[in-house]
C-alpha cells in the first residue's frame, strides 16, 4: 500500500438507485466489483479504485486482513464508516503465470471510491476520497449517473463458437482422474477435486452485465458477482457456494458437494434427490466436506454447528448435497482472515488439503481465480466471501469457463466428465454445452 494524503468517507441513505448491473456496467475502463444475491435481498456495486493490497504466499489472507483493517480503520468519517474493501484471492496461493490471469494476482483487495449497498429495502451510498479530492470524487460520480441506464443489462449475448479443437480432452480427463484415483488408492488422499478448461470465442465482445442480468433471473440464491481490475478482462460469475459470512461474532459457512441432474418435473427431481442422499459414493464426498470445514471453524470458534443430514439444493443445472455450519468466534478475526482458515475447502481441493493440491497444480492448468474466492470486507471485519464456482472469465471475445469433480473411492471418470459438462452450461446456459469439447 503506497503512501498517499489522509483519506475521508461520507455514507447516506438514498432513494433506490436503479438495477446495480447498470451501474456496475457505466462507466468502462474503471475498477468494478459488482454482488448481488436477490433471494437475500442483499446487492453491492463497487466502482474505482483508490488504494490496492496484493500478495501472494501461505500468509497472503493474513496479510491481506491486517493490511485492510488498517487502511479501513485509518478513514476519517462524520459518523458511520461504510468502506469497505472488495476483491478475491486466487486458488493457488502463487501468482498466475497464464496470461490470461494477468490483472487476478493470488491476492488482490481494492478500496473503490464509491460504493452503492442495498439491504432489502435500504440504499446506501458510500463515498471515498482523498482529502483535497472533492471534485475528483463528484466528477465520478456525475460519471456514472449519466451513463448509468445506457446499457441494458438484459440484452442478448451474442453466439458463441469453440476457440480450439476437441483434441484428446476426454483422454486427458480420464489420465487425470486416474492419476487421483491412484493417489486414493495408495492411501495419499481421501478426496481429490479435478477440474476443467474450455475457451470458447463470442462473435462480438461480450457484456458481462447481459450474461449476469440472465444468471442473476435464473439463479436468485446464487452469489452473482463481476470483478473487472481497469483493464479489458471480467471475471464474473454466479456461485451458489458460500465461503463464509461473519456478522460480529457469528460466522456462517457451508459445505456443498455430491450432485446429481435435475429432472424433468417436481417429481423427478423429487426421485433423483432421493437417490443422492442416499447414494453412497456422494455421501462420502459430501461427509469430507463438512467435517473439513468443522475441524477449520472449531480452531477460530465455539458452538459450531451442523444439521445432522444435507439438504437438497436445486441449481437450474443440477442439484446438491448442501450442509450449513455456523459458530461463534472466540477471538476477533475479520472475514478475510477466517477466509484464509477456510479455502481451500474439500469442496474445491481434497482431503488431505497438501497432498490433493499438490496433485491438482501438477495435472491442471492454472486455475486462476476460479474456484478461489471472491467477496467483501467492512471497516469492522464483517462481510462475506464466496467460493469461485459458475464463473467465466471474459477477455476481448474470448469466454473461458472452468468446472470441476470431486473424486473420491468409486468415482467413475465417464460420469465425472459428465458432472463438469452440466456444470460448464450454469452460466452461459446451452452454449457453452452446445460448443462441443476444447481443450483443457
Known amino acids: 500500500m503506497s503512501s498517499r494524503s489522509a483519506l475521508r468517507a461520507d455514507s447516506a441513505s438514498i432513494e433506490e438507485p436503479g438495477d446495480l448491473l447498470a451501474i456496475a456496467s457505466a462507466c468502462q475502463g474503471i475498477p468494478v466489483f459488482y454482488w448481488e444475491r436477490p433471494s437475500h435481498g442483499f446487492g453491492m456495486v463497487a466502482l474505482g479504485a483508490l488504494r490496492e493490497i496484493r500478495g501472494a504466499g501461505p500468509e497472503r489472507f493474513a496479510h491481506a486482513s491486517a493490511a485492510a483493517s488498517a487502511l479501513l480503520s485509518s478513514i476519517e468519517t462524520d459518523g458511520g464508516n461504510g468502506a469497505c474493501m472488495v476483491g478475491g484471492f486466487g486458488f493457488s496461493d502463487r501468482d498466475p503465470t497464464r496470461a490470461e490471469w494477468r490483472d487476478f494476482p493470488a491476492a488482490r483487495l481494492v478500496l473503490p471510491q464509491l460504493v452503492w449497498t442495498r439491504q432489502t429495502d435500504r440504499c446506501v451510498l458510500t463515498r471515498i476520497w482523498e482529502v483535497g479530492g472533492e471534485g475528483d470524487r463528484d466528477a465520478l460520480l456525475e460519471r456514472v449517473r449519466a451513463a448509468a441506464g445506457a446499457c441494458p443489462p438484459g440484452a442478448e449475448a451474442a453466439p458463441l463458437v469453440v476457440t480450439r479443437p476437441a483434441g484428446d480432452e476426454r483422454q486427458r480427463w480420464h489420465a487425470r482422474v486416474e492419476a487421483a484415483c491412484a493417489l486414493i488408492a495408495s492411501g495419499g488422499a481421501r478426496k481429490v477435486v479435478v477440474a476443467r478448461r474450455r475457451e470458447l470465442l463470442a462473435q462480438l465482445a461480450p457484456e458481462p452485465a447481459h450474461i449476469l442480468a440472465t444468471a442473476r433471473a435464473a439463479r436468485p440464491a446464487c452469489f452473482n458477482f463481476w470483478v473487472r481490475c481497469g483493464g479489458s478482462t471480467s471475471f464474473i460469475g454466479s456461485t451458489p457456494e458460500l465461503l463464509v459470512r461473519r456478522a460480529g461474532d457469528r460466522i456462517e459457512a457451508s459445505a456443498l458437494a455430491g450432485s446429481a ?81 477456510l479455502h481451500p475447502t474439500p469442496a474445491v481441493c481434497g482431503v488431505p488439503r497438501d497432498a490433493a493440491r499438490e496433485l491438482i497444480e501438477r495435472e491442471e492448468p492454472e486455475r486462476g481465480w476460479y474456484a478461489g474466492t471472491v467477496g467483501w470486507m467492512a471497516a469492522n471485519g464483517d462481510g462475506e466471501f464466496a467460493v469461485a ?21 468409486g468415482s467413475n471418470p465417464d460420469a465425472e466428465l459428465a458432472e463438469t459438462e452440466t456444470k460448464m452450461t450454469a452460466l452461459l446456459g446451452g452454449r457453452a454445452g452446445d460448443a462441443g469439447e476444447c481443450a483443457a
Not at 455421501?283 to 444435507?310: M, N, W, Y
Not at 464456482?389 to 473420491?408: K, P, Q
Open 261 to 341: 441432474a435435475r429432472g424433468a418435473d417436481g417429481d423427478e427431481d423429487r426421485r433423483l434427490g432421493a437417490v443422492l442422499l442416499a447414494c453412497p459414493k456422494n455421501g462420502r464426498e459430501h461427509a469430507l466436506v463438512v467435517s473439513a470445514v468443522k475441524t477449520a471453524l472449531e480452531g477460530i470458534a465455539d458452538q459450531v454447528v451442523s444439521p445432522a443430514r444435507p439438504e437438497i439444493l436445486l441449481l437450474p443445472e443440477a442439484q446438491h448435497l448442501h450442509t450449513p455450519v455456523s459458530g461463534r468466534l472466540v477471538d476477533p478475526r475479520s472475514v478475510v482472515e477466517i477466509a484464509g482458515v
Open 389 to 409: 464456482l459458475r464463473s467465466a472469465l471474459l477477455d476481448d471475445r474470448s469466454i473461458t469457463v472452468w468446472a470441476g469433480a470431486g473424486i473420491v473411492e
